[in-house]
């Protein structure tokens, strides 16, 4: 062969080559458009489609839509990967995307590849949650949906994402602890409407059009995944009605009634016997019958496939798709479904009238976010592009987010902050002092960068890094390295706590011991440095860290959650005074000893004196803690003053009301004496009284006449704000007697109880009576 044949040939081959590069990695980078119905451009005949005029309403679109569909093709969009009709220009659609603190590539629905490849990775929820900042929460909300939609124009993601997580943070050793905004329900909350509006709410008038669907998730008493024996798929909530309605469900309720959310998301476990993707009390009852949902209900992935096969709570598979469909589910995360949904309906367990009703739900989210409305380019939003993610704006706002939520715990005089001109040498040690993807938690994607502690700490002074550990759970500590280095350094930060091999989704922690051989680790570097000690907790839930709060070498006590990607220039901006820390905690940490008298599967909140059990969270639990909820120092001194609020409140009741004539502790919540008259207003004056300026957040709890098993103390409302030194302000809080200062009674109905209600904020505390 001569040379010129023998290089084409090589050619040939080099083309070969480079073509089956191309192909091999087309399914990365193929799509470079979004995927829409009602493309006209592509095909002129779809605009004869009713369901493709955008002058129509909704309602009347989907059901033409729906009325030219066959019961096949009917059956394809009961599934998270709906299959699309090509004779009506409707594509394939996955529904499944996630967007938690960030959007994630957990979800099929979502990825990034060259033209996007990554996002802005918020820190997760339970720090943001600790900021206690609701204009914060919707902020990240809208930046993250921007994002979303940014990347859904290039065909990176969908517009149907299944976040955020509101369940209660009920007990300490849950995994999943570190994607929820907390144990307070109030807290919980807010977050979730805040967050979902930031998601959802579209820029223009129209109230019913969605910038990206939102979903609440897991419906409902869902916080076990895999401790000991017990496993999330298979365990059965025993939950009273005054937990359900005092507790879990106030988030979801929330979700719904407040921030619209545009669907919410049904669990895998059962609540008293039944699996709530199945529950038509719960689904078609409570959401979508007293809630009034707008949108749809989605099983968490698989669950209609686990009450089958995992719970044996049906026979067939055609009775569970069957028992979801008519208990109000719309949309199966994944195949079960539609595998069985065409023999449930020959076996004459569904019809296609509910086949409709559920696929109408999920068309009507659709035509809110305009997916039936052509081209997105065309549309709003259309402008956003890949310029539109990871911008200096959004990290810097995940940079402030981190800031905002980091807990000073324990600061000893003269300690933190640290002088940048004082600290010569730093040593920096711990099995989290250099990590990267431990700070962005879990339903995470990929970040647009990182800054790990180690790299923001040396940013401000000259470093020295030591592990001490090799990881988070090590056997063996590196202990003479460790105190060696910590006794040559002018101070030591240790940055210690859990990733996502000690707490996650499905597998729960069994102790609350910092893992491994940290404690002794933590010890001995104390015990070794001459300078200041702070110790640095990343991690989801709390530590019984009791060792380190009493132990007087250990100066300061710091808690950074997971601090997302820009994780280590907040806790530099923090440990160096740039950043005067804010946040509180958002969940009790309790002594080891809490857990070892409390199974995870006891879901009751409320103490029980017959067998000793303690209660949970700071609304019922009044045990020893290591720290409790709403703990947080700052570097400032702040002092409140209460300037008003009635001593006294008078209900007036009709005149054949029953507490007329009879003495009564508790009324309704409901009725004439709650029309007017019932609000009143607290002010308090709230003084920076220190030497630097700092933000404050003011809460206002309320202990009510124990009556119906009512809390020890309860969260009203909470205000941030920031002031500079020698700054006062007046935070005023406007209080519904029957919403605010009534009670849950043991029927699931709200009482206003009549006594003594005790308001507390700070050390302050006011004596309220209530009485008809």
């Known amino acids: 062969m001569d040379s010129s044949r023998r290089n084409r040939a090589l050619s040939s081959v080099s083309t070969l080559l480079l073509c089956l590069i191309l192909f091999l990695s087309e399914p990365l980078n193929a799509k470079s458009s979004p995927v829409f119905a009602c493309d006209v451009d592509k095909d002129i005949s779809f605009s004869g489609f009713r369901f493709c005029n955008t002058e129509l309403d909704v309602q009347s679109r989907v059901s033409d839509l729906v009325g030219r569909l066959t019961l096949e093709e009917k059956i394809g969009f009961l599934v998270s990967r709906a299959k699309g009709v090509s004779r009506l220009g409707i594509p394939d659609y996955n529904w499944w995307s996630e967007a938690l603190h960030g959007v ?69 050793r849950w995994g999943r602890g570190q994607e929820t905004p907390g144990e307070d329900p109030m807290l919980t909350s ?118 089958y096969l995992k719970q044996h709570y049906t026979k067939t598979p055609e009775e569970a798709v069957a028992k979801s469909m008519l208990a109000g589910l719309d949309l199966n995360c994944d195949h079960f479904t539609g595998n069985h949904a ?62 905002q939520g980091i807990v000073l715990l324990k600061n000893s005089p003269g300690s933190l902050p640290l002088s940048p001109s004082a600290i010569k040498t730093l040593a920096v040690i711990g099995p989290n002092a250099n990590v990267t993807t431990t700070m962005i938690g879990n339903y995470n994607g990929i970040p647009c960068n990182y800054t790990k502690p180690l790299q923001g700490l040396a940013q401000t002074v ?45 597998h729960d922690r069994v102790d609350l011991n910092l893992p491994g051989k940290q404690q002794e680790l933590v010890t001995q570097v104390a015990k070794a440095a001459k300078g200041p000690v702070v110790l640095v907790i990343m991690s989801g839930g709390g530590f019984d860290i009791t060792f380190a709060k009493n132990n007087d070498k250990i100066t300061s006590i710091m808690w950074v959650g997971y601090p997302g990607e820009a994780g280590g220039l907040a806790i530099a901006d923090v440990i160096f005074g740039r950043h005067n820390p804010s946040g509180n905690l958002p ?94 207003e607290i002010q308090l004056k709230v003084a920076n009284a220190g030497d630097r300026e700092g933000s404050h957040t003011v809460f206002l709890f309320t202990t009510p006449p124990a009556i119906h098993r009512s809390p020890i103390k309860h969260l009203l409302g909470f205000e941030k704000i920031r002031l500079v030194k020698n700054e006062e302000t007046v935070v005023r809080f406007k209080v519904n007697v029957c919403k605010d200062l009534s009670v849950v009674d043991e029927t699931g109905k709200r009482k206003i109880g009549l006594g003594e209600h005790v ?9 309220l009576n209530i009485r008809v």
């Open 342 to 403: 065409m023999e449930a309906v020959k076996a004459g367990l569904v019809n296609e009238g509910d086949i409709d009703k559920a696929i109408s739900n999920n068309f009507a989210t659709l035509m809110r976010l305009g997916f039936f409305d052509g081209d997105p380019k065309k549309q709003p939003y259309g402008h956003l592009g890949p310029k539109d993610v990871c911008t200096v704006e959004n990290q810097e706002l995940a940079r402030e987010a981190a800031r």
């Open 104 to 172: 994630s590539n957990v979800g099929p629905g979502s990825y990034f590849s060259g033209q996007v490849p990554g996002a802005t990775s918020f820190p997760q929820v339970i720090l943001t949650a600790a900021s206690f900042n609701v204009s914060l929460f919707q902020a990240i909300g809208k930046a993250v949906s921007t994002e979303a939609r940014a990347m859904y124009n290039v065909g990176q993601a969908g517009l149907t994402f299944w976040s955020p997580n509101v369940n209660i943070f009920r007990d300490p």
């Open 587 to 680: 969940m009790t940490w309790y002594p080891q000893s809490y857990v070892e008298k409390v199974p995870m599967s006891n879901m009751n909140m409320r103490p029980d004196e017959s067998n000793g059990y303690p209660g949970r969270t700071y609304r019922f639990y009044a045990g020893e803690t290591v720290y409790t909820f709403g703990d947080g120092i700052s570097y400032t001194q702040f002092h409140h003053k209460l300037i008003k609020s009635p001593n006294l409140v008078s209900l007036r009741l009709d005149d054949n009301h029953r507490c007329r004539s009879s003495e009564c502790q508790s009324l309704d919540a409901i009725g004439s004496h709650c029309e007017g008259g019932s609000d009143f």
């Open 462 to 506: 000259s470093s020295t890094y030591q592990p001490g550990c090799s990881d988070v759970a090590c056997k063996e500590a590196d202990l003479d390295s460790a105190a060696t280095l910590a006794a040559s350094a002018d101070a030591v930060v240790l940055i210690m706590g859990a990733n996502q091999s000690i707490e996650e989704e499905n």
């Open 190 to 307: 807010k977050y979730a409407v805040a967050y979902v509006k930031g998601l959802q709410e579209a820029d223009g008038e129209d109230p019913n059009r969605l910038k990206v669907a939102a979903c609440c998730k897991h419906y409902t008493a869902y916080d076990v995944d895999n401790w000991k024996n017990v496993n999330r798929l298979t365990f059965n909530a025993v939950v009273n009605q005054q937990d359900m309605d005092d507790t879990f469900q106030p988030p979801f309720k929330s979700c719904v009634t407040e921030g619209n959310v545009a669907s919410v998301m049904c669990s895998y476990n059962q609540v008293n016997g039944k699996p709530t993707c199945a529950d038509p009390d719960l689904l078609s009852g409570v959401i979508r019958g007293q809630w009034k949902l707008n949108g749809y209900i989605v099983s968490d992935c698989d669950s209609v496939e686990v009450m």
């Open 759 to 767: 308001l507390h904020v700070g050390n302050l505390k006011h004596s």
